[in-house]
């Protein structure tokens, strides 16, 4: 019993850091019905921000803002490139990622890893008000995340907000109605990355170190968190949605967790995310695929 209780508390602490991932890329994927793969190379970006400005005596919270801002500069440029030049969102995803990846070294001056080993944190912050470690990681992970919610909520009931999920919606009919729609992508890339960005500063913080390579795979925890969410809870509003990526984040963690609890060597953490989605993935299939049966059965004894 102790031992689930300690792999639920890691999992939530971990899930919480996470689900900022999964909102970012929710963004994109669902809201404005986009591949974007430059999550990996803006995850590791927000991560170096802020590991370098801690390491310059930089106040943890301006640090972890910066890394924010590093995040939409890199949606910014995948926007563009979307947008202006015409590139597909997947390829434009995929050349930004790229192009981030020297400059994420270039920000940590070359090292593909950088230590915040005796720097002061966002979780220092909330080990001064007498919490252990763990439960620093979640009041503090847990008040980011719900910032975010409201602050994303906030901006979806706005006049940019519901155009971009008008664009998402329905591009074609959006720009008949006037809205520009280019820029509500632009604004939808940004806003995504920040966000992912911030997922890579709050972990940085909380693993004590930044790291180069930190953005592979990445993007499936965040899908993960995503078709879990909608797995449990379907058609909800803006709000809820949010939330559930954060439970759903929660849920992906404790399954990683639990798989890991069964002797898998740590080569295999990739492996064993890929199966994780997988079985996500399938889920909503299968259970589509007992629904109509059903239906079917039912029709049949109703003709008979």
Same mark, same amino acid.
């Not at 301006?62 to 590093?70: D, E």
């Not at 080569?267 to 629904?291: E, G, M, Q, R, T």
């Given at each position: 019993?102790?031992?689930?209780?300690?792999?639920?508390?890691?999992?939530?602490?971990?899930?919480?850091?996470?689900?900022?991932?999964?909102?970012?890329?929710?963004?994109?994927?669902?809201?404005?019905?986009?591949?974007?793969m430059t999550a990996e190379g803006s995850?590791?970006?927000?991560?170096?921000?802020?590991?370098?400005?801690?390491?310059?005596?930089?106040?943890?919270?301006?640090?972890?803002?910066?890394?924010?801002?590093?995040?939409?500069?890199?949606?910014?440029?995948?926007?563009?490139?979307?947008?202006?030049?015409?590139?597909?969102?997947?390829?434009?995803?995929?050349?930004?990622?790229?192009?981030?990846?020297?400059?994420?070294?270039?920000?940590?001056?070359?090292?593909?890893?950088?230590?915040?080993?005796?720097?002061?944190?966002?979780?220092?912050?909330?080990?001064?008000?007498?919490?252990?470690? %763990?439960?620093?990681?979640?009041?503090?992970? &847990?008040?980011? *995340? @719900?910032?975010? !919610? $409201?602050? #994303?909520?906030?901006?979806?009931?706005?006049?940019?907000?519901?155009?971009?999920?008008?664009?998402?919606?329905?591009?074609?009919?959006?720009?008949?109605?006037?809205?520009?729609?280019?820029?509500?992508?632009?604004?939808?890339?940004?806003?995504?990355?920040?966000?992912?960005?911030?997922?890579?500063?709050?972990?940085?913080?909380?693993?004590?170190?930044?790291?180069?390579?930190?953005?592979?795979?990445?993007?499936?925890?965040?899908?993960?968190?995503?078709?879990?969410?909608?797995?449990?809870l379907r058609h909800l509003p803006i709000?809820?949605?949010?939330?559930?990526?954060?439970?759903?984040?929660?849920?992906?963690r404790l399954i990683l967790a639990l798989?890991?609890?069964? %002797?898998?060597?740590?080569?295999?953490?990739? &492996?064993?995310? *890929? @199966?994780?989605? !997988? $079985?996500? #993935?399938?889920?909503?299939?299968?259970?589509?695929?007992?629904?109509?049966?059903?239906?079917?059965?039912?029709?049949?004894?109703?003709?008979?």
């Amino acid at each position: 019993m102790s031992t689930f209780t300690d792999l639920l508390l890691s999992s939530t602490s971990q899930g919480l850091l996470w689900s900022l991932m999964a909102i970012g890329v929710y963004l994109t994927f669902r809201i404005l019905d986009l591949a974007d793969m430059t999550a990996e190379g803006s995850f590791p970006l927000g991560g170096a921000i802020t590991t370098m400005c801690l390491i310059s005596g930089v106040n943890p919270v301006l640090a972890t803002i910066a890394a924010f801002g590093g995040g939409m500069l890199a949606g910014l440029v995948t926007g563009v490139l979307n947008t202006k030049l015409k590139i597909p969102s997947l390829l434009a995803g995929i050349v930004t990622m790229t192009g981030l990846y020297s400059i994420t070294s270039r920000v940590m001056k070359n090292a593909a890893n950088v230590s915040l080993l005796g720097k002061r944190t966002l979780f220092s912050i909330a080990q001064d008000w007498g919490l252990s470690h %763990n439960n620093a990681v979640i009041v503090m992970g &847990l008040i980011v *995340a @719900l910032l975010a !919610i $409201i602050l #994303l909520v906030g901006f979806f009931r706005t006049e940019i907000g519901l155009a971009m999920r008008s664009t998402g919606d329905n591009p074609e009919m959006s720009a008949a109605n006037g809205i520009n729609t280019q820029s509500m992508k632009i604004w939808g890339y940004m806003i995504s990355n920040g966000c992912i960005a911030l997922s890579g500063a709050l972990l940085a913080q909380n693993n004590g170190f930044a790291d180069l390579n930190s953005g592979v795979g990445t993007l499936v925890i965040g899908l993960a968190s995503i078709i879990i969410a909608e797995v449990l809870l379907r058609h909800l509003p803006i709000g809820m949605r949010l939330v559930t990526l954060v439970i759903g984040a929660i849920i992906y963690r404790l399954i990683l967790a639990l798989v890991f609890q069964m %002797n898998v060597e740590p080569s295999d953490a990739k &492996l064993a995310s *890929a @199966l994780v989605l !997988i $079985i996500c #993935l399938a889920l909503p299939n299968f259970h589509l695929s007992n629904k109509n049966k059903g239906e079917k059965n039912n029709v049949s004894s109703i003709e008979n």
